[in-house]
């Protein structure tokens, strides 16, 4: 966590409090497996049972829950969150909450495009857009991004097919330029999850078919994608010009839609083009 003036830090700590009391608030030792004993004043668990739970303290618990000025590890914090039954997020919030940076959130299990992302995508024509997931396979493209980019059914992931479609090269107007930074921006990607073995695997595959991504994988360059104009040179169109904006799907944290708004100039002749496009 960056540094924080002494205001935001007490603030924080209010809040980490008031949050730890309404999670404990709203569990009773049943739903933890744990047999009630005497009057409850108030409804929910014990700061003690919450501590027996996480394996933590009562009293160093209780001063977690008054706000007070403790070091807190990771480990601890799980183990709280277990015991609170903490979703997701809210085990995000705690983390938060506590002063330390929460761990990334895992790729979602696979699942299917919803009918709404995929009209969204489709909706967007004539304009190119991509779905793609955080290993940058290709989950849903429409015809513009067909007919502009030259991707067709053997393309599944947008990095292979920057190496290895020899069309997609072809049309891109600064491939070797560009190159290096979307190698760049991958290994961030990939940075993010360092054990999964689908990055590995997918790095291994690539690398052994194009000795050009294997040299720039080699150099350990990292970076982000960026809002950028794109640059393609269509057979029939000719130069065509867009900004690529890169959105995160809200409810799927590792899926990104690349949205092409065209340049002036680009519009005209890209709606010809997707029209006529066979795919």
Same mark, same amino acid.
């Given at each position: 966590?960056t540094?924080e003036?002494?205001e ?7 809040q980490?409090?008031?949050f ?10 049943? $739903?933890v497996?744990?047999v ?8 929910? #668990?014990?700061?003690?049972?919450v501590? /027996? #739970? ?9 001063w #977690? ?10 480990e ?8 609170l039954? #903490? ?7 705690l983390y938060l ?6 761990p990334p959130?895992?790729?979602?299990p696979?699942? =299917?495009v919803?009918? =709404?992302?995929?009209?969204?995508v489709d909706?967007?024509s004539?304009r190119p857009?991509?779905?793609r997931?955080?290993r940058w396979?290709?989950?849903?493209i429409?015809?513009?991004t067909?007919a502009v980019f030259?991707? $067709?059914?053997v ?7 920057f190496?290895?479609?020899a ?9 070797d ?5 979307v190698?760049a921006?991958f290994r ?7 054990g999964?073995?689908e990055f ?5 595959d690539?690398?052994?078919?194009s000795p ?5 994988w080699?150099?350990h360059?990292v970076g982000?994608p960026?809002q950028?104009?794109?640059?393609v ?9 867009? =900004?690529m904006?890169?959105?995160?799907v809200?409810?799927r944290?590792?899926?990104h839609?690349?949205l092409?708004n065209?340049l002036p ?6 709606a010809?083009?997707v /029209?006529?496009d066979?795919?």
């Amino acid at each position: 966590m960056t540094s924080e003036s002494l205001e935001t830090r007490r603030h924080r700590r209010e809040q980490l409090r008031d949050f730890l009391r309404a999670c404990r608030a709203r569990l009773a030792p049943a $739903d933890v497996g744990m047999v009630g004993a005497g009057r409850r004043r108030t409804p929910g #668990l014990r700061r003690e049972e919450v501590a /027996v #739970l996480a394996g933590v303290g009562v009293s160093w618990y209780t001063w #977690l829950e008054q706000g007070r000025d403790i070091n807190v590890s990771s480990e601890v914090l799980d183990a709280i969150g277990r015991a609170l039954r #903490l979703s997701g997020p809210e085990r995000a919030h705690l983390y938060l909450l506590a002063g330390l940076n929460p761990p990334p959130a895992g790729e979602a299990p696979a699942g =299917e495009v919803t009918p =709404e992302l995929r009209r969204l995508v489709d909706a967007w024509s004539p304009r190119p857009a991509i779905l793609r997931d955080s290993r940058w396979n290709l989950l849903a493209i429409n015809a513009a991004t067909r007919a502009v980019f030259g991707y $067709d059914d053997v393309d599944h992931n947008c990095l292979v097919s920057f190496f290895t479609n020899a069309r997609y090269r072809g049309m891109h107007v600064q491939w070797d330029a560009v190159a290096p930074a979307v190698v760049a921006a991958f290994r961030a990607d990939a940075g993010r999850a360092p054990g999964d073995p689908e990055f590995a695997r997918l790095v291994a595959d690539l690398g052994s078919v194009s000795p050009e991504f294997a040299r720039l994988w080699a150099r350990h360059e990292v970076g982000a994608p960026v809002q950028a104009v794109k640059a393609v040179r269509h057979p029939e169109a000719g130069e065509l010009f867009f =900004e690529m904006t890169t959105l995160t799907v809200a409810d799927r944290p590792g899926w990104h839609l690349e949205l092409y708004n065209p340049l002036p100039g680009t519009e005209d002749r890209l709606a010809k083009v997707v /029209v006529t496009d066979p795919g």
